[in-house]
């Protein structure tokens, strides 16, 4: 590589459409970032992986073995240890060693996470928190699910579901869920939640949603009202299950940008008028937006890469 100094980590975010990829330096800054479009299938995803990395190759003049870390956020279950992808339905892969398929057509290792925990990672560093600081990364896509840095680091859980909150069901009376339940919190509030109570051929259905709200249409007024109540719900569920000190929204659904925030700040506010305790948590205040130029997962993909260790670094005193 020509440029001196520390080597740049490279972040790649697989999505159904468009995969994100960054170069970031080592304040996370983004240096260099392209957009792909993802094929459907197993060789899509490869050969779109292999093309970024390649290109931000080309604009660093080097090759991939130039960077100091690559990391990929892509939907589904993922197991980290091994880079194996699982029921990523949207990118048509059932079963992928992701990781291991990049690294023997790179030269190199690559780390693999879920999309919704490299956005968290991503978020958590654009927040720019202590180590020490906690936080919920609410994403509202065509579903519902959140990530959680504890103490500066992901929370995966003993089975990587941790923040699959979208699958809590709040309404026993509620749609069936792809899931098999009744009445999950993904099935109010998400994009596929507007789309199943909304329906139009809007290109951007949520805002014409809030737009035909704000016209008078009841309908359109009483999806928005489940919408926002719902995230509102998410928001405290998040806080009042870890505590964390900041919950932020990001996802295709926070492009509405300060509308919704205020939104679910009134219905937060409401219900703290009514509890004190609710009161006591200050949730209008603990409640932020990914700026929709922040490429949260691609950045935090690259974090994940470097960031992360493959050996626990906590010494187990004594005999077990
Ligand atoms: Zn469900």
Redesign the pocket.
């Known amino acids: 590589m020509n440029t001196p100094g520390p080597r740049l980590r490279i972040g790649i975010d697989i999505g159904g459409t468009k995969t994100d990829a960054v170069a970031i330096d080592a304040e996370g800054r983004v240096i260099h970032e392209l957009r792909l479009a993802t094929g459907f299938g197993a060789d899509s995803v490869l050969a779109t992986s292999v093309e970024a990395v390649q290109r931000l190759a080309g604009l660093v003049g080097g090759t991939a073995d130039d960077f100091a870390s690559i990391g990929i956020g892509i939907p589904g279950a993922v197991d980290v240890a091994s880079g194996r992808v699982e029921h990523a339905v949207n990118l048509g892969l059932s079963g992928l060693d992701l990781g291991s398929e990049l690294e023997s057509r790179l030269g190199r290792a690559v780390r693999v996470e879920n999309d919704v925990n490299a956005a968290a990672l991503g978020a958590f560093s654009l927040l720019g928190r202590t180590p020490s600081q906690s936080m919920a990364y609410l994403n509202l896509g065509t579903g519902l699910a959140a990530g959680l840095v504890l103490g500066g680091r992901l929370w995966r859980g003993s089975r990587g579901v941790a923040g699959e909150i979208?699958?809590i069901?709040v309404d026993p009376a509620g749609p069936l869920?792809?899931?098999?339940?009744r009445g999950?919190?993904?099935?109010m509030a998400s994009g596929s939640a507007v789309a199943r109570q909304w329906p139009t051929d809007d290109p951007k259905p949520v805002r014409a949603l809030f737009a035909a709200a704000d016209a008078g249409d009841t309908l359109a007024r009483e999806v928005r009202v489940r919408l926002v109540e719902n995230v509102a719900a998410a928001v405290r569920l998040l806080v009042l299950t870890v505590d964390v000190d900041d919950v932020v929204i990001g996802g295709g659904l926070s492009s509405l940008g300060d509308v919704l925030l205020a939104d679910v700040r009134t219905v937060l506010q409401r219900w703290a008028d009514s509890s004190e305790f609710l009161a006591s948590l200050q949730l209008p205040d603990r409640i932020a937006l990914v700026p929709s130029d922040f490429p949260a997962a691609a950045v935090g993909a690259a974090l994940v890469g470097d960031a992360e260790p493959v050996i626990a670094t906590v010494e187990i005193a004594g005999p077990v």
Do not use: I
């Open positions: 979208g699958h069901p869920c792809p899931c098999g339940q999950c919190l993904e099935l």
